[in-house]
Nanobody, 121 residues
Framework: QVQLVESGGGLAQPGGSLRLSCAAS????????MSWARRAPGKGLEWVSG????????YYADSVKGRFTISRDNAKNTVYLQMNSLKPEDTALYYC??????????????WGNGTLVTVSS
């Protein structure tokens, strides 16, 4: 069955870095655009970043642009989110998601269960 398993979350200090990973199985990973989204405490779901199936293009929310980098390794069926210059407002449960058709970054087909990122001194 389809699985998206996030890892790499944890506690980071403001200004620090974390790298999230999402391991996919059960579908043709290289045919799907992948996204990261987050839900901060008491807030709604926010799309954070997306990458095309072949990795040819990447997109970011304004709130993370210049600080986060999305990438993927289709040989390993894994998508990553490198998070630098972390801020307390980045504290959230981070999800990866997959979409197999247009629109690539809306109305996801599959979701992971999330990994918690806490940014605090």
């Amino acid at each position: 069955q389809v699985q998206l398993v996030e890892s790499g979350g944890g506690l980071a200090q403001p200004g620090g870095s974390l790298r999230l990973s999402c391991a996919a199985s059960g579908f043709t990973f290289s045919s799907y655009a992948m996204s990261w989204a987050r839900r901060a405490p008491g807030k709604g779901l926010e799309w954070v970043s997306g990458i095309y199936s072949d990795g040819s293009d990447t997109y970011y929310a304004d709130s993370v642009k210049g600080r986060f980098t999305i990438s993927r390794d289709n040989a390993k069926n894994t998508v990553y989110l490198q998070m630098n210059s972390l801020k307390p407002e980045d504290t959230a449960l981070y999800y990866c998601a997959a979409k197999g058709r247009l629109p690539w970054f809306d109305g996801m087909d599959y979701w992971g269960n999330g990994t918690l990122v806490t940014v605090s001194s």
